[in-house]
């Protein structure tokens, strides 16, 4: 992205460069400034502000009562967290990377899902669970999981994930606002990812659960989320060179699921591709397409395909480019979807 | 002159803060023996009145226990982990904290949200089956009970922690088994309580058991009282079959984290004297003669002799206890035989505080499966009445 020459710019603008990680931080400040009962807790999110500096400054600003250094635990986080909420607070907990989640899972699972459905709605828990996810970042082991298959076969938590600086902020409010507890998933290669925004007009964001069709086209959609966004809109990009006008979704809460905005989109371009990091087999992937297929089977020219993270453990760092999805094994997914047989005539198909 | 020589004359420099020694870890240590009151000098400043009270509240929970097990048997509990030798420190659980405060039951304390004020049918829902938790938590301030072992410790630190910030002087007492110390949310727990110098209070049953392991192949602890030390939290042991004594401790530990001194741990030594639910078989596991000898150590029996021995009690009160008891059970039985209303379309309504449209789909689905056999069993009716003139509606 090129940036303007100042003189150019207009006198009145207050838009400038901000990363996804400053969107995140400005979400939480904004957010613990207008709600008292918000109060960040996690692993090195006081001084340090956080391994990925998302909580930069907060304990300075609200104190360490508001954003603390917990013990190194991350059930005994999680489930401290749950007896705040029950105290009428809103903890915003902060797990530093994907895997080291799993030890809060007996909480998240048994107790974070359940506890509305198991008070029949007397103490539900406004509890937001960031989590940085995915790889493309050189980590070591287990720094680099895309666990968001496990959080979205439970129910009682939605999932979401920005693909967008304004999405970071938008999105983080909005969970942090609502009454469900969400898991909310920071996909840690975009973190330095930069676009013109402002927190001071943000980008309103709505209710959880509505996808965004961040690139039109007629020939087929790319149904992606969080890291894997960018890719898409790149191969889209990538893609008018071959005669293909592809239309990107941006999922941004896995959980609601937005079948509407899905089912349009395929319904029109009759083709589709699931795009993400997470592996394939029992992936995210596979109940889109299955939830795609259900629904558009009759405007359908190609089977739903997907292009996902292999079957196997999160590679080392020295190999990881091999394992996610790249642009171009997006297009080879798209130059599989059946174009020789499409005798419907469809307008748009290449 | 080597230099090995050189290194031994050099004089070391000031080992850094970390190297000093830390607190004097004696004053957290439980003592030897558990404490006891009953059938000892101390029962002397004990208040009547008090034992007096906790004697009916003991009564009514060995009549609560036997009602629950003969309703498993009739099939209108769906399982019931039994508290039966237990009483004392449900009771003094349940009884011991003001009402402000919050208790964090496991599946086994029914009897103390009970003892707490909790109506039984309600404490009982979940093991009746028709919902998982039959109360609002925040209305009694008892949590829902908690299945999964230890998992309810962590948050009742979060809401004693969040009480203090809050500047609210509540108490959470937190009860767990012996079994339950094992896991590692007890030990976030207490380690996170005190960090936090949280106002909590840890009851670990220890009923001898969890299922049918023993505690000898639990813990190679002294005691799991000492399990507070290497956290920095005093460990009290108690004798949990004397309720004086469990009050006693309870209510001091109360009292000192309601003054700001932190978290402490106790452990009430008790027996279960039945299987661990009414599912299981203890004659897979344990003689029969280590029953009877606990069973000589009966809390209910152990404060009546105190009592009667002080000129406390007499005959008729104890008639008095049984009868408001028996009076309990009746009423816990009526209510139970009734059977409890359910409605199916309830399971998609406190999943989210909005359904989702897949959960609006799967509850139509739903809906239409209750109507199609609704319709199916009037026409079943209707052939049957036209067949044979007799109408069963």
Known sequence: MTTAPAAEKPATTTRKPATMAQALNRALRDAMAADPAVHVLGEDVGALGGVFRITDGLTAEFGDDRCTDTPLAEAGILGTAVGMAMYGLRPVVEMQFDAFAYPAFEQLLSHVAKMRNRTRGAMPLPITVRV?????????????????????????????????VADAYGLLRASIDSDDPVVFLEPKRLYWSKADWTPESPEPVGPLGRAAVRRT?????????????????????????????????????????????????????????????????????????????????????????????????????????????????VLDAVARLQWEADFTGREGAR | MTVLQQTATSPRPVPPPAWRPRTDPAPLLPDREPFRVLGTPAARDADPELLKRLYAALVRGRRYNTQATALTRQGRLAVYPSSTGQEACEVAAGQVLAERDWLFPSYRDTLAAVARGLDPVQALTLLRGDWHTGYDPREHRVAPLSTPLATQLPHAVGLAHAARLKGDDVVALAMVGDGGTSEGDFHEALNFAAVWRAPVVFLVQNNGFAISVPLAKQTAAPSLAHKGVGYGIPGRLVDGNDVAAVHTVLDEAVRRARAGGGPTLVEAVTYRMEAHTNADDATRYREAEEVEVWRAHDPIALLERALREAGHLGDEDVAAAREAAEEMAAGLRARMNEDPVTEPMDLFEHVYARRTSQLREQAEQLRAELDAAEETEQTEQTQHTEQTGEDHR
């Open chain 1, 132 to 164: 940085p996810y995915g790889g493309g970042i050189g980590g070591v082991e287990h720094h680099s999981d895309s666990s968001e298959a496990y959080y979205m076969a439970t129910p009682g938590l939605h999932v979401v994930t920005p693909s967008t």
């Open chain 1, 217 to 329: 086209g007629r020939s087929a959609t790319l149904i992606s989320y969080g890291p894997s966004v960018p890719v898409c809109l790149e191969a889209a990009e990538a893609a008018r060179e071959e005669g293909w006008e592809l239309e990107v979704v941006d999922l941004r809460t896995l959980v609601p699921f937005d079948d509407e905005t899905v089912t349009a989109s395929v319904r029109r371009t009759g083709r589709a591709v699931v795009v993400h990091e997470a592996t394939g087999f029992a992936g995210p992937g596979a109940e889109i397409a299955a939830r795609v297929t259900e629904r558009c089977f009759h405007h359908l020219e190609a089977p739903v395909l997907r292009v996902t993270g292999f079957d196997i453990p999160y590679p080392p760092p020295m190999l990881e480019k091999h394992h996610l999805p790249g642009v171009d094994r």
